[in-house]
């Protein structure tokens, strides 16, 4: 009769659960990986602060003068006779974009017709909200500068913020 | 020796064939038994079970437009990139200078038309109490083939890359955004932190994983591809596999409540 390596019954099932314990514990972290996985760390978008160029470059109003020049970064660069403030190109109705109308002096959304004054007010159609403006400020070398990072809602009294908003007097 | 039997007798055809010809019951079992992709189904169907009127034939209908789309859709693949500069001319590339020329319609046809089966295969099924117990389960398995079958529509939609494409899923992935605790806009997503840290923010939740960026661009085009040509279809291929053994486990299609 040869030795048998009989350790136990208990000691059997406490090396199988501790086996099925360590294969739980690896599968649920194999699975946690591949979540982690697909959120990447770097998406190849562009910069949320850039310089737009220096304020003599924008003409100014009493209703506000709307520049187009950075409607592709995703902002409406808007200057009143006390100064400049940001809009997003959001419409806060679905997410589509307006366009700014000349003539009718006004923001509208092809998707389904919100209608916002050049301060981004909404007046016609669906949009729940004024449009979102993102802070603004004057870098060292004098240029404007966007953050789109930091963003004011009107309907959270959040446009009463000192950042969301350069003051500058428009001399001619 | 006639040349049928040389065949049936050697060993080659033994080897694909593992029973004689169908014309007696054993053989006719054997013949759905041993076969891979026809043993899901039963060997044999009642009478009742392919009267249209009871059954309608959706959900077998429904079955064949997914198999259709299968192979449309991985005919379409020798052509279509999902690749910003690509994908909207490779569309029309697809139409204008490839036989056939409509196997993207096709393709989107059969898509309309299996929503459409779909929905009315789940309304016979609720007309003909189909769902009680014990089929509840089966049931509950529909409804998320429903749910992947619209989510393929939504990820398809994508692929074309025009401005309806883009709107629409622009506009139906912001509303991932205000997901309760996943989306950085939806209640709760404050309390979720470590320390100080907001782990859920624009750049991390649940809309930035379906979209692989911030906005509907380049990362999104090629997650929505292998959410539609890979993902959802083999979790579609496997859930309709537990639906076709579940109707069949529960006494077959068209059997007695």
Redesign the interface.
């Known amino acids: 009769m040869s030795e048998t390596n009989d350790k136990g019954r208990r000691s059997f099932l406490a090396a199988v659960s501790t086996g099925w314990a360590l294969f739980t514990a690896a599968s649920v972290a194999g699975l946690g990986m591949c979540v982690r996985f697909?959120?990447?760390n770097d998406?190849?978008?562009p910069a949320t602060k850039f310089k737009v160029g220096y304020p003599a470059d924008f003409a100014a109003s009493s209703e506000g003068v709307v520049d187009k020049r950075y409607k592709t970064r995703g902002i409406w660069i808007v200057r009143t006779l006390d100064g400049f403030f940001v809009l997003s190109t959001v419409c806060t109705h679905?997410?589509?974009t307006p366009n700014w109308l000349e003539t009718e002096k006004k923001f509208k959304c092809p998707?389904h017709g919100s209608g916002f004054y050049s301060s981004g007010i909404n007046f016609e159609g669906p949009a729940p909200r004024p449009l979102e403006r993102f802070n603004v400020s004057l870098a060292a070398d004098g240029q404007l500068e966007i953050d789109k990072g930091k963003k004011y809602q009107q309907e959270k009294g959040q446009w009463d913020d000192p950042e969301s908003f350069l003051k500058m007097e428009y001399s001619v | 020796m006639s040349l049928m039997k040389f065949i049936t007798d050697s060993q080659i055809w033994k080897s694909i064939f593992r029973h004689k010809y169908p014309d007696n019951p054993r053989d006719q079992a054997l013949a759905v038994l041993s076969n891979v992709f026809l043993h899901l189904h039963p060997i044999k169907v009642r009478k009742s079970g392919v009267r249209m009127s009871f059954t309608w034939c959706m959900g077998g209908l429904t079955f064949f437009l997914f198999l259709v789309e299968t192979i449309t859709g991985v005919l379409l693949m020798f052509y279509y990139r999902p690749v910003v500069e690509y994908a909207y001319n490779d569309i029309k590339a697809l139409r204008d200078h490839v036989p056939i020329g409509i196997m993207r319609e096709l393709h989107r046809w059969g898509a309309h038309l299996m929503v459409i089966t779909v929905w009315l295969h789940m309304l016979r099924v609720f007309l003909t109490g189909s769902y009680k117990p014990p089929r509840e389960f089966n049931w509950n398995v529909g409804v998320i083939l429903l749910v992947l079958t619209l989510l393929l529509s939504f990820t398809g939609y994508l692929l074309p890359w025009d401005q309806l494409a883009i709107w629409a899923i622009t506009v139906g992935t912001n509303m991932a955004r205000a997901t309760p605790l996943m989306g950085h806009e939806g209640p709760g997503a404050a309390f979720i932190q470590l320390g100080d840290v907001s782990l859920v923010t624009a750049g991390s939740d649940v809309r930035f994983g379906l979209l692989g960026s911030k906005t509907v661009g380049a990362a999104t085009l090629l997650r929505f591809y292998v959410l539609h040509c890979i993902a959802v279809p083999l979790g579609a291929g496997l859930l309709i596999a537990v639906h076709f053994w579940r109707v069949r486990k529960d006494g077959g299609i068209s059997g007695p409540m």
């Open positions: 697909l959120f990447p998406t190849f978008e679905l997410g589509c998707c």
